[in-house]
């Protein structure tokens, strides 16, 4: 037990270093692990466990896995080796056949290991002159009855240098033994029951000591549990809050406005367009503000059912904004809404903050008036001194980019708009529960017809290369043109905050290229750090076919239309998520003729090739997302990128993804039923208030 006097006003908020044993010292290491309490302690997930209850037979043994096999000593000697140390070997009889151990510079297992000792013994072996040897493994001693369950279930944790799996695990059971008794479990007695969930104490003990696999099964199921379940209450919450006060004027699809809007376009909407124009229509004809995601994949019209929502809401006479990440990807936005809007009299405007004080002042007059009906821009939108008094629509791209505040922005007043958040990239089930949980889903999976797949070629060396460039030479003589796409230094995620070293390796690449390969070829140069008409100038200047290539960084992830651009040359691509490769590629995939895109790579290894093979195999953007999201794990989610928060403790949305699917349906029948009110659910509340309040922007009263 530990001293009183040490007791935080929480005893399970006490530092770690008063449970028995511990002391500064190794409080000081464990704080390496993020272990600072002594919940911390208590709740630590072992990374994976030994089942020691269950033996293996020698037939069973492999080199590839931990085993355990129980036996008989028959035979233990020790000799000298050349350095002067001492080697162990000790030969066990198993009921399968006989094994061997060896143990260098230990020469205290002579003795710990007599003939007619039984033995439990655990670890990787080798298979060596025709039988099994376990080099240096964990070896219990048994008593008892030779067919009596030994072993137990041991935990294994993440370590950093200074702690042991035994020192770790001492530890633990000590804060069990010291502090389990002060564990109350916040979940009520009668949901536990239902959902077979042990008690949070119960779970602790089973994590560091359980008996059973089942029982540490259960445990850390108990734990993962209640870190996804209140994440998922909050999502709820959340969403639930949108509902309560998002009050929106409805903005029905008559079959005249759906006429007049389609009138606008020169070709039909693929069936994919369709089913999501009516999802939204029917969110736009009620008085719940709609808060509605839109994922689509490379290429398959996102934009034009954005456009759809916005011009209803211009039917109606109300306004609409479409708020971009970046100052390109709203100018390509403001290029395709005027292409569409040529011959509407619809009053439209872009705002960046690239207008002078003048203009932006008049136009924000004109916003303020009514009378600009749809605007297109940047985060400037949504600056003070901003007032847009009849929105009815907004569209936000991108969601990712921005943080969880800035979607909800636009939501002031006593009207709320109807929201549509888009988002280019695919996004896994997982994922889309969670970042966007609180939003309903549309899914636009078909592609326009008459676009063909892009060829992708993995092209590991320098004489791959030679070839790449001849055949790239060729198809720019065919008229064709070509990106050659540099990659990011450092952790560098927006267009506009480019590094100086970034910009000085597009340059260098630039230069290298106009006198190497590409001599003799028109070639442009676009990255973040250029002033903004030249950055202007050049993608202009490739979009008439000025320039045959261009050089860029990821300014033309999204959003950039060439439709001649057949051709893609990305250099590095190992340092680039398989989703953002996909997002890439799809600039040359805007047209009819087939694209090419390669994925230019230093590593050779069978681990490279097959991240990168995935996009040689599938041009599914939705396939290649879960295969991203399953290789580089989940990030942060709900925005929390700018705060530095991590919204799970130690759950992964992959990993994990069946507990969250049953958690999201267990929260959200909870909190949309209203049992989530009742006094019994108080302290979960008031944990996941504490926890994603902020976050989530959660009001206090729930």
Same mark, same amino acid.
Not at 343 to 354: F, K, P, Q, W
Not at 358 to 374: M, N, W
Not at 599 to 624: C, H, M, P
């Given at each position: ?100 151990? &060896? ?32 080099? &240096? ?80 099964? !259960? ?145 924000? !007059? ?136 970034? &910009? ?138 700018? &705060? ?18 049953? !958690? ?39």
């Amino acid at each position: 037990m530990a001293d009183p006097e040490h007791l935080a006003d929480d005893p399970l908020d006490t530092p770690v270093q008063f449970v028995r044993g511990c002391g500064p010292r190794r409080a000081a290491l464990l704080a390496k692990l993020e272990i600072h309490t002594v919940r911390d302690l208590l709740f630590l997930l072992p990374r994976d466990v030994l089942d020691l209850s269950v033996a293996a037979d020698v037939e069973q043994l492999d080199d590839q896995t931990i085993h355990t096999v129980r036996g008989v000593v028959v035979d233990t000697d020790a000799r000298p080796t050349r350095n002067g140390r001492t080697l162990v070997k000790s030969v066990i009889e198993t009921s399968s056949g006989m094994v061997r151990a &060896s143990f260098f510079n230990q020469p205290w297992m002579r003795k710990k290991l007599p003939e007619g000792q039984r033995v439990l013994v655990t670890g990787k072996p080798k298979r060596y002159d025709g039988a099994w040897e376990f080099s &240096s493994p964990q070896v219990q001693l048994l008593e008892g009855e030779p067919g009596e369950a030994v072993g137990g279930i041991e935990p294994r944790y993440a370590l950093t240098e200074g702690v042991n799996q035994r020192g770790l695990n001492m530890l633990a059971t000590r804060a069990v033994e010291g502090f389990g008794h002060y564990i109350c479990d916040p979940l009520p007695k009668a949901f536990r029951d239902k959902h077979g969930l042990p008690h949070l104490k119960e779970a602790a003990a089973n994590l560091h000591a359980a008996e059973t696999l089942a029982d540490f099964n !259960a445990a850390r199921d108990r734990v993962l549990f209640d870190d996804l379940f209140e994440f998922q209450l909050g999502v709820a919450l959340r969403r639930r809050m949108w509902r309560a006060g998002g009050t929106a004027d409805p903005l029905p699809v008559s079959a005249k406005i759906d006429a007049r809007i389609r009138r606008l376009f020169p070709f039909e909407f693929t069936a994919g367009q369709n089913d999501a124009v009516k999802e939204i229509a029917a969110d736009l004809a009620s008085e719940v503000a709609m808060h509605r995601l839109l994922q689509a994949d490379v290429g398959a019209g996102k934009t034009v059912v954005a456009l759809y929502a916005m011009l209803t809401a211009v039917a109606h006479g109300r306004q609409a904004v479409l708020m971009a990440p970046t100052e390109v990807l709203a100018n390509q936005h403001w290029a395709t809404v005027q292409h569409a809007l040529a011959h509407s009299r619809v009053e439209r405007r872009l705002l960046t903050g690239r207008l002078t004080a003048k203009k932006r002042k008049d136009l924000r !007059a004109r916003i303020k008036s009514g009378a600009v009906q749809l605007i297109i821009g940047t985060q400037a939108l949504i600056q003070k001194g901003v007032e847009i008094p009849r929105l009815g629509v907004a569209v936000v791209d991108e969601q990712h980019k921005f943080g969880v505040a800035q979607r909800a922005a636009f939501s002031a007043g006593d009207r709320d708009p109807h929201v549509l958040v888009m988002t280019a990239t695919p996004i896994p089930r997982s994922l889309a529960l969670t970042q966007f949980g609180d939003l309903d889903v549309t899914t636009v999976r078909d592609l326009p017809p008459g676009r063909q797949p892009v060829v992708t070629s993995r092209v590991p060396g320098p004489k791959a290369r030679q070839k790449t460039w001849h055949f790239i030479r060729e198809k720019l003589d065919e008229g064709r043109q070509c990106y050659v796409i540099c990659p990011k230094v450092g952790d560098v995620s927006e267009a506009d905050v480019e590094s100086d070293e970034l &910009s000085a390796s597009v340059e260098a690449t630039f230069k290298e290229l106009t006198e190497g390969e590409l001599q003799g070829y028109a070639v442009g140069l676009v990255h973040g750090r250029m002033e903004a008409d030249k950055k202007e100038a050049a993608m202009e200047a490739f979009k008439t076919g000025e320039t045959r290539v261009l050089v860029s960084t990821t300014v033309v992830e999204v959003g950039v239309d060439v439709p001649n651009a057949t051709l893609m040359v990305i250099q590095k691509a190992e340092s680039f998520g398989l989703s953002q490769l996909h997002q890439l590629r799809g600039r040359v995939a805007r047209g009819s003729r087939r694209g090419y895109c390669f994925l230019y790579t230093d590593q050779t290894s069978a681990t490279a090739a097959e991240r990168l093979g995935v996009l040689e195999r599938t041009t599914d953007g939705f396939e290649i997302a879960e295969a991203d999201f399953a290789q580089r794990g989940p990030g942060h989610v709900l925005g929390t990128r700018q &705060s530095g928060k991590s919204a799970l403790r130690v759950a992964d949305p992959q990993r994990d993804r069946d507990l969250l699917e049953e !958690a999201r349906r267990k929260a959200f029948h909870l909190v949309d039923t209203g049992m989530f009110d009742q006094p019994e659910w108080a302290m979960v509340k008031a944990e996941v208030l504490d926890r994603f309040g902020e976050v989530l922007e959660l009001a206090k009263t729930g």
